[in-house]
Nanobody
Framework: QRQLVESGGGLVQAGGSLRLSCVASGSIFSFKSMGWHRQAPGNQRELVASITSFSGTTNYADSVKGRFTISRDTAKNTVYLQMNSLKPEDTAVYYC?????????WGQGTRVTVSS
């Protein structure tokens, strides 16, 4: 059973917005933290944003601060990434991940393409 399932990627023009969703198979409180990473062609996977499950403390990469917002809906077991003012350099496959104890889980990824 897949622990995390992402959705919401797509093609958008520069300056546009997208909202990514990551649905967990169970309560997000079972995870210590959840987050979004991205990987562009030829690049390493990088952290975009993270949120702790209980306190909701957030952390962002400098490249997305002020444009992206990570949030969670505990009733829906879902973590969101609202992406505004998108730039072509945001083009990547976005992955949801979560930490539970010593284990790390990853979703299958959702592709975001920003055209100039």
């Amino acid at each position: 059973q897949r622990q995390l399932v992402e959705s919401g990627g797509g093609l958008v023009q520069a300056g546009g917005s997208l909202r990514l969703s990551c649905v967990a198979s169970g309560s997000i409180f079972s995870f210590k933290s959840m987050g979004w990473h991205r990987q562009a062609p030829g690049n390493q996977r990088e952290l975009v944003a993270s949120i702790t499950s209980f306190s909701g403390t957030t952390n962002y990469a400098d490249s997305v601060k002020g444009r992206f917002t990570i949030s969670r809906d505990t009733a829906k077991n879902t973590v969101y990434l609202q992406m505004n003012s998108l730039k072509p350099e945001d083009t990547a496959v976005y992955y949801c991940n979560a930490y539970k104890g010593s284990s790390e889980y990853w979703g299958q990824g959702t592709r975001v393409t920003v055209s100039s």
